[in-house]
């Protein structure tokens, strides 16, 4: 009527939506409250600029200050039914009156019971309280004994995706309220994503539940509590389906120490942690070894008196100086928050070089040994089992606990529990007992693979020979021929001259040592062609189609980094394979001659 309206068209746009209420989202300006940033920004920068808090990795330390340079006044007030009330009250004329509860506000502006005062509905941000956390969990505002004890702190550890959410909020608040930083050290840890490297969230249904992967689940019941409660329920068939497809049979049993094992294991400096079933398999594996292990040394230290040894023999003082050294090793990987390195540190002792290599060197010494020998071995096997033990046992808590109970009487250790007891500390090492176990492993290695390459039967003795060398190769095989002899299935020894014929001898190298097995007569020349023949082709083809790929450019340039790299490792490996059967036909073939 008054010939404002200039003209009406229709203007086509996208309604946005809520992603999981699917309600229009219609923006508007709305009061809020908000804390001026800038003021506690600076001093929680300089706290990182001169070394009082520092990220490990370092480089998180970038991704700190490119946000805090940029920051803006902070908005704390959340449109939520849950959170801390915002601790703000109004009265009729929209007056605002701030307190510790309303007596507090009205004692504040002076203002009587008589004016009605109503309570903003607002909460605060989860991140506003998260942010006061290091401090007012400890009795803050009152000065406290732990207050005083544990603030600051040492370590802060958390995911990279929070450190301006949670980890620079609390900076900000400790410094401006305590007067100091809130920690030391920040630890930043990837996450944890599925097998195929995206991230886990209940809309896809790719999240895992500890409780699953310690107690197992069925396959009905995982389908279940992935499709139930969904936000997009929509999505439950696809879900559904791609259970069943990863999860055939559900999920096993692995227990709470293989779980917790793995992700130890998995805690590179990286952004992202790629969890599967498979890595967490092979740590149960590695539980069920320990136990298996602990088994054995209480067997053989059963009903036997231990007592501290007057000498140890060269197995014995090997296992104890690799220990040393595997404690300190592990010390500085804890100090640098390799928690991955650490943990690969243990598995490799505890596995590799405990069980496999010293219980197989005990054997000989507890059945052919004097007792004072035996006894010597027994001390060890128990000693070295209950420092691993300790060694293991932030790890993995449980197993360790129950193993060492059963390991401490036997030693004479006094105490409850292991989560009492003192972190082992590094000791002497014995390089020459290194070395002369070092050169056993290397000829036993020797044969064994010999025995693999050629099919030959565990149980079968061979004879065994040696060419070159020096003084030191010689006398360590006196030492070691009666381990030789019984761990090497040995029928018999000996040493060829320099210039001796030894083309129909299988042979692996020690240094210039060089370990012989006379072939003629041991061997189905024939059959073993043959079985090598028919392996070497298998390989020649996987070789090929190694060669192909990477002979392909779009693959090359295209393909992640990794799998790339990947793909030169298995081409190489390829090459050393084919290579390898090679040498045993024309070793095979010599015989025929």
């Given at each position: 009527?008054a010939?404002?309206?200039e003209?009406?068209?229709?203007?086509?746009?996208?309604?946005?939506?809520?992603?999981?209420?699917?309600?229009?989202?219609?923006?508007?300006?709305?009061?809020q409250?908000?804390?001026k940033?800038?003021?506690?920004?600076?001093?929680?920068?300089?706290?990182v600029?001169d070394g009082?808090?520092?990220?490990?990795?370092e480089?998180w330390s970038?991704?700190?200050?490119?946000?805090?340079?940029?920051?803006?006044?902070?908005?704390?007030?959340?449109?939520?039914w849950?959170?801390?009330?915002?601790p703000?009250?109004y009265?009729?004329?929209g007056g605002?009156?701030?307190?510790?509860?309303e007596?507090?506000?009205?004692?504040?502006?002076?203002?009587g019971?008589?004016?009605?005062?109503?309570?903003?509905?607002?909460?605060?941000d989860?991140?506003f309280?998260?942010?006061l956390?290091?401090?007012?969990?400890?009795?803050?505002?009152?000065?406290?004994?732990?207050l005083?004890r544990?603030?600051?702190?040492?370590v802060?550890?958390?995911g990279f995706?929070?450190?301006?959410?949670?980890?620079?909020?609390?900076m900000?608040?400790?410094?401006?309220?305590?007067?100091?930083?809130?920690?030391?050290?920040?630890?930043i840890?990837?996450?944890?994503?599925?097998?195929?490297g995206?991230?886990?969230?209940?809309?896809k249904?790719?999240?895992?539940?500890?409780i699953?992967l310690?107690?197992?689940?069925?396959?009905e019941?995982?389908?279940?509590?992935?499709?139930?409660?969904?936000m997009?329920?929509?999505?439950a068939?696809?879900?559904?389906?791609?259970?069943?497809?990863?999860?055939?049979?559900?999920?096993?049993?692995?227990?709470?120490?293989?779980?917790?094992?793995?992700?130890?294991?998995l805690?590179t400096?990286?952004?992202?942690i790629?969890?599967?079933?498979?890595?967490?398999?092979?740590?149960?594996n590695?539980?069920n070894?320990l136990?298996n292990?602990?088994?054995y040394?209480?067997?053989?230290t059963?009903?036997?008196?231990?007592?501290?040894p007057?000498?140890?023999?060269?197995?014995?003082?090997?296992?104890?100086?690799?220990?040393?050294?595997?404690?300190?090793?592990?010390?500085?990987?804890?100090?640098?928050?390799?928690?991955?390195l650490a943990?690969?540190?243990l598995?490799e002792?505890t596995?590799?070089?405990y069980?496999d290599?010293y219980?197989?060197?005990?054997?000989?010494a507890?059945q052919?040994g004097?007792?004072?020998?035996?006894?010597?071995?027994?001390?060890?096997?128990?000693?070295?089992?209950?420092?691993?033990?300790?060694?293991l046992?932030?790890?993995?808590?449980?197993?360790?606990?129950?193993?060492w109970?059963?390991?401490?009487?036997?030693?004479g250790?006094?105490?409850?529990?292991?989560?009492?007891?003192?972190f082992p500390?590094?000791?002497?090492?014995?390089?020459?007992?290194?070395?002369?176990?070092?050169?056993?492993?290397?000829v036993?290695q020797?044969?064994?693979?010999?025995?693999?390459?050629l099919?030959?039967?565990?149980s079968?003795?061979?004879a065994?020979?040696?060419?070159g060398?020096?003084?030191?190769d010689?006398?360590?095989?006196?030492q070691?021929e009666?381990?030789?002899?019984s761990?090497?299935r040995?029928e018999s020894f000996?040493?060829?001259?320099a210039?001796?014929?030894t083309?129909?001898?299988?042979v692996?190298?020690?240094?210039?040592?060089?370990?012989?097995?006379p072939?003629?007569?041991l061997?189905?020349?024939?059959?073993?062609?043959?079985?090598?023949?028919?392996l070497?082709?298998k390989e020649q083809a996987d070789?090929?189609r190694?060669?192909?790929?990477?002979?392909?450019?779009?693959?090359?340039?295209?393909?992640p980094?990794?799998v790339?790299?990947?793909?030169?490792?298995?081409?190489?490996?390829?090459?050393?394979?084919?290579?390898?059967?090679?040498?045993q036909?024309r070793r095979?073939?010599?015989l025929?001659?």
């Amino acid at each position: 009527a008054a010939g404002l309206l200039e003209k009406i068209e229709n203007h086509r746009m996208v309604i946005p939506r809520g992603d999981r209420s699917h309600a229009v989202v219609e923006p508007y300006l709305t009061d809020q409250w908000y804390v001026k940033i800038e003021p506690l920004a600076k001093p929680a920068i300089e706290a990182v600029e001169d070394g009082r808090i520092q990220f490990v990795p370092e480089n998180w330390s970038r991704t700190y200050f490119d946000w805090m340079h940029r920051i803006e006044d902070w908005c704390i007030s959340r449109q939520l039914w849950w959170g801390h009330r915002i601790p703000a009250w109004y009265d009729a004329g929209g007056g605002i009156h701030v307190g510790f509860d309303e007596a507090d506000a009205r004692r504040r502006s002076g203002i009587g019971d008589d004016v009605e005062l109503a309570q903003d509905d607002d909460v605060l941000d989860t991140w506003f309280s998260s942010a006061l956390w290091p401090f007012t969990t400890l009795g803050w505002p009152e000065q406290t004994g732990r207050l005083e004890r544990f603030y600051p702190t040492t370590v802060l550890v958390t995911g990279f995706d929070i450190i301006f959410f949670w980890v620079a909020r609390m900076m900000m608040m400790g410094l401006h309220f305590m007067g100091d930083v809130p920690f030391r050290q920040v630890y930043i840890h990837g996450l944890i994503r599925d097998s195929h490297g995206h991230k886990m969230s209940k809309s896809k249904g790719n999240v895992l539940d500890p409780i699953d992967l310690i107690d197992g689940v069925e396959l009905e019941t995982l389908v279940s509590k992935r499709t139930t409660g969904l936000m997009q329920p929509q999505m439950a068939p696809a879900i559904e389906k791609a259970t069943r497809r990863e999860f055939p049979d559900g999920i096993p049993a692995f227990g709470c120490d293989a779980l917790r094992f793995t992700f130890a294991a998995l805690a590179t400096q990286g952004r992202d942690i790629r969890f599967d079933l498979g890595r967490i398999e092979g740590n149960r594996n590695f539980c069920n070894k320990l136990w298996n292990a602990a088994r054995y040394v209480l067997m053989q230290t059963d009903g036997h008196r231990i007592e501290a040894p007057e000498a140890l023999s060269v197995a014995d003082r090997w296992i104890r100086s690799r220990a040393s050294a595997m404690l300190t090793e592990l010390v500085g990987h804890v100090e640098n928050y390799r928690m991955d390195l650490a943990a690969q540190c243990l598995y490799e002792f505890t596995w590799n070089e405990y069980c496999d290599w010293y219980l197989e060197l005990s054997k000989p010494a507890l059945q052919q040994g004097s007792e004072a020998e035996r006894n010597a071995t027994r001390h060890t096997l128990l000693s070295v089992l209950e420092t691993c033990l300790r060694a293991l046992h932030p790890f993995m808590p449980f197993i360790t606990e129950e193993i060492w109970q059963r390991v401490k009487e036997p030693l004479g250790i006094a105490g409850e529990s292991i989560m009492r007891q003192r972190f082992p500390e590094p000791g002497a090492t014995d390089p020459e007992a290194q070395a002369d176990i070092d050169w056993l492993k290397q000829v036993l290695q020797g044969t064994r693979r010999i025995r693999s390459e050629l099919n030959l039967a565990p149980s079968l003795r061979l004879a065994i020979r040696f060419q070159g060398g020096d003084a030191g190769d010689r006398a360590r095989f006196e030492q070691f021929e009666p381990l030789l002899a019984s761990l090497a299935r040995a029928e018999s020894f000996g040493w060829f001259n320099a210039d001796a014929d030894t083309s129909k001898c299988a042979v692996a190298l020690v240094g210039d040592l060089k370990v012989l097995i006379p072939l003629e007569g041991l061997v189905d020349v024939q059959s073993e062609l043959g079985r090598i023949e028919k392996l070497m082709a298998k390989e020649q083809a996987d070789l090929e189609r190694s060669r192909t790929k990477m002979g392909n450019r779009r693959f090359v340039e295209n393909a992640p980094a990794e799998v790339v790299e990947q793909e030169k490792e298995r081409l190489a490996t390829h090459e050393a394979n084919v290579e390898r059967f090679r040498e045993q036909v024309r070793r095979l073939e010599s015989l025929r001659n």
